[in-house]
């Protein structure tokens, strides 16, 4: 029979498995019998565990939520995601960012050495998007590949999965991993590309790590210095930080408080009741265009005059798509 504290942690932990427990299954669990089991509960209810009994046909056992917080017991990989996810928001603008410190380091105290390291070696950047995206799911083996990494300054060799439709065969990349970024539900890593000489900012969830790494590098700055800034805008279509590369601004015939939650990191300024200033960038000056449209309002283009030019091109697409007689498989002119 195993000791008394390691049969606590046991029992507890299959408590926090599943909601109802049989007496009966946990004590064929724990290869003890059901008044064991009945101790062992009444310890834990003394150290501070709400755990409810139910009657049934077998009688059983329930963890309830409870009014403090008792000592928790996590698995490895829960205990390494809890960090993870701590560490998220400890940059995340929630104001709770202090109180995400703290709760980060006292677990990393009280974790073994084996953990302590992985999570160590995930150093993640935090950047901020108002728009929303679809999060892509990465396995925790390949966010621990890349963290590693990054930590231990290795050239890293991988896969990168090619985008949908694009079924060429393409070589393993080499990259001097610098950090670790999640975006908008999003895993990134923002790396040297050894083979194109320039930086780049690989998704995550295409990346399919090869083993062993490579040589160690020295470490490399990011353009600007700063890597939330640098990713932003990578995402916003510059190649180095700072302002959208296509800038405009619009006068729209609707109320100002309507386009503020939609203008993502725009200037919405109120000229009346049913007036507004919009002033916005885009990557392009038709994905600007086509941006600003989707405000059901008239628009006046304040400027510059690619934009205007931007509406004029979107005008004659939008026009030759809803006419009868488009023949098939044509399309506009170019601007």
């Known amino acids: 029979m195993p000791k008394t504290s390691a049969r606590l942690l046991a029992l507890l932990s299959l408590l926090q498995a599943r909601r109802d427990w049989p007496g009966a299954l946990l004590a064929e669990r724990l290869d003890v019998s059901s008044r064991t089991v009945r101790r062992d509960v009444d310890r834990l209810r003394e150290l501070g565990y709400p755990i409810a009994a139910f009657k049934g046909p077998e009688g059983g056992y329930r963890l309830e939520a409870g009014a403090e917080l008792p000592p928790l017991l996590f698995d490895d990989e829960q205990a390494v995601a809890l960090a993870l996810a701590l560490q998220v928001v400890t940059t995340s603008g929630a104001g709770v960012e202090e109180a995400a410190a703290r709760a980060l380091n006292t677990v990393r105290q009280v974790m073994p050495a084996r953990l302590r390291h992985r999570v160590d070696a995930l150093k993640v950047t935090t950047v901020e998007r108002t728009a929303t995206g679809q999060g892509a799911q990465v396995g925790s083996g390949t966010l621990a590949a890349l963290g590693s990494a990054v930590h231990a300054r290795e050239v890293l060799r991988f896969d990168y999965a090619a985008p949908v439709g694009d079924r060429a065969d393409h070589p393993p990349r080499r990259a001097e991993p610098h950090h670790l970024v999640t975006c908008a539900g999003r895993w990134y890593l923002v790396a040297w590309d050894l083979d194109r000489d320039d930086w780049r900012t690989f998704r995550a969830d295409r990346i399919t790590p090869r083993v062993p790494t490579g040589p160690r590098f020295s470490a490399r700055e990011v353009p600007g210095g700063d890597v939330a800034a640098f990713v932003a805008g990578r995402f916003r279509g510059s190649g180095t930080p700072g302002d959208h590369p296509c800038r405009g601004e619009v006068i729209l015939h609707t109320a100002a408080a309507s386009v503020a939650p939609y203008a993502f990191d725009g200037i919405v300024e109120e000229l ?31 400027g510059p005059a690619e934009l205007t030019a931007a509406f004029a091109h979107l005008a004659r697409r939008y026009a030759d798509a809803a006419s009868p007689d488009r023949p098939t498989g044509t399309a506009s002119a170019g601007p």
């Open 272 to 302: 009346g009741p049913d007036r507004c200033r919009l002033v916005l960038g885009a990557w392009s000056w038709h994905g600007l265009a086509a941006t600003i449209g989707r405000f059901d309002a008239a628009i006046e283009v304040v």
